[in-house]
């Protein structure tokens, strides 16, 4: 792949998506270092396109970079406001900090723009890392009315209504996961 994606870009060097295959074909490689030197050159020919700097935020999200994937995404917002995932994978990565607070407002504007299983997923666990239970189990509980699959999102509501002290609703939630 990272050959097939390289010859794309010689023969169209300003192609951004045969760009990012090759990036994402040297990241998979093992190539790292290189994979970030190509993300870095997409941005450079493209710096307007906030699909770029989504795929370079990802990147360092995947390396635990969690602070350049932060401002990635924060370009993402800048350049594409109505676009939701920016703000999700925004509002994600400050969760993985441990910065909950900064998280919440991101993660409810993506809601704003487009309800989504990891908006609501991800501001649950902003006010559960808050302690702020009832507003973490409302947030869960959207996310399993979007996607009730999510096993996972249904023990994180158990516990949000259980440290919130609705333990009847609670043990449903936590059987719903076990099912």
């Known amino acids: 792949a990272v050959v097939e994606f390289q010859r794309a870009v010689e023969l169209e060097p300003g192609n951004e998506s045969a760009a990012i295959g090759w990036a994402s074909a040297l990241e998979h490689q093992g190539a790292i270092d290189d994979a970030e030197t190509v993300y870095q050159r997409v941005i450079d020919t493209h710096p307007q396109s906030y699909f770029a700097y989504n795929n370079m935020g990802a990147f360092y999200y995947r390396r635990s970079e969690y ?25 994600g990565t400050y969760n993985d900090l441990g910065r909950f607070l900064e998280a919440i407002a991101p993660l ?61 609703q609670a043990a449903v939630s936590y059987r719903k996961a076990a099912d």
Do not use: C
């Open 67 to 91: 602070e350049k994937a932060i401002h990635m995404f924060q370009k993402v917002t800048e350049l594409a406001p109505e676009n939701y995932a920016g703000y999700v994978n925004l509002g």
């Open 108 to 168: 409810k504007k993506s809601i704003a723009l487009r309800p989504s299983y990891g908006g609501y997923s991800n501001l649950g666990t902003s006010y559960f890392g808050l302690q702020k239970m009832n507003e973490a189990a409302a947030a869960y509980d959207q996310a399993v009315k979007l996607d009730p699959q999510q096993y996972v999102t249904w023990g994180n509501l158990g516990a949000a209504q259980y440290y919130g002290g609705a333990k009847p």
